[in-house]
Antibody
Framework: QVQLQESGPGLVKPSETLSLTCTVSGGSINNYYWSWIRQPPGKGLEWIGYIYYRGSTNYNPSLKSRVTISVDTSKNQFSLKLTSVTAADTAVYYC?????????WGQGTLVTVSS | SALTQPPSASGSPGQSVTISCTGTSSDVGGYNFVSWYQQHPGKAPKLMIYEVSKRPSGVPDRFSGSKSGNTASLTVSGLQADDEADYYCSSNAGSNNLAFGGGTKLTVL
């Protein structure tokens, strides 16, 4: 059974960079697309972007200037970096397998942007 | 949100309820890549329907999906208490982008 686990700091200061890693277990990261999605407290889901295991990416146009998604196939991990964060970036961040069909999700990790 | 869902829906146990997801010809109407997710409080979303009407293994056949024009729908038949959750639709939105609906809170009365 494929499992995903997000990890990274739960608190980030305004203007700094949010960095999260998603570790995939129970299956290979190869041959799949991998996505990041976020959900502000009490609000709906927002797609951040995705990466193919070979490294090609696509980002939400509204976040594109601040987002970088990368993959490390040797570690079965992929990562998210979001620069110049503000309070509006406070959310639960999820990693998931796929793009339009997100069949496997991590449990999510809350990242709070605050000084 | 790029896709429009009603904020709430409700039904009694055993009844059926349908949740709509309205987009445009650039997303819902243009692709057969509509998915539906169920999210219980404090939990990660769970895929319930993909490619408009397909059910992943393990999802009860009480859940069904359809699409007409720019509107997709999720129907939950034989409502059960555990169906009470938030439901989100998503669709390919062109240029390989993904759009989500704003979510619908389903209450089982």
């Amino acid at each position: 059974q494929v499992q995903l686990q997000e990890s990274g700091p739960g608190l980030v200061k305004p203007s700094e960079t949010l960095s999260l890693t998603c570790t995939v277990s129970g299956g290979s990261i190869n041959n799949y697309y991998w996505s990041w999605i976020r959900q502000p407290p009490g609000k709906g889901l927002e797609w951040i972007g995705y990466i193919y295991y070979r490294g090609s990416t696509n980002y939400n146009p509204s976040l594109k200037s601040r987002v970088t998604i990368s993959v490390d196939t040797s570690k079965n991990q992929f990562s998210l970096k979001l620069t110049s964060v503000t309070a509006a970036d406070t959310a639960v961040y999820y990693c998931a397998r796929g793009v339009g069909t997100l069949g496997y999700w991590g449990q999510g990790t809350l990242v709070t942007v605050s000084s | 949100s790029a896709l429009t869902q009603p904020p709430s829906a409700s039904g009694s146990p055993g009844q059926s309820v349908t949740i709509s997801c309205t987009g445009t010809s650039s997303d819902v109407g243009g692709y057969n890549f509509v998915s539906w997710y169920q999210q219980h409080p404090g939990k990660a979303p769970k895929l319930m329907i993909y490619e408009v009407s397909k059910r992943p293994s393990g999802v009860p056949d009480r859940f069904s999906g359809s699409k007409s024009g720019n509107t997709a729908s999720l129907t939950v038949s034989g409502l059960q208490a555990d169906d009470e959750a938030d439901y989100y639709c998503s669709s390919n939105a062109g240029s390989n982008n993904l759009a989500f609906g704003g979510g619908t809170k389903l209450t089982v009365l």
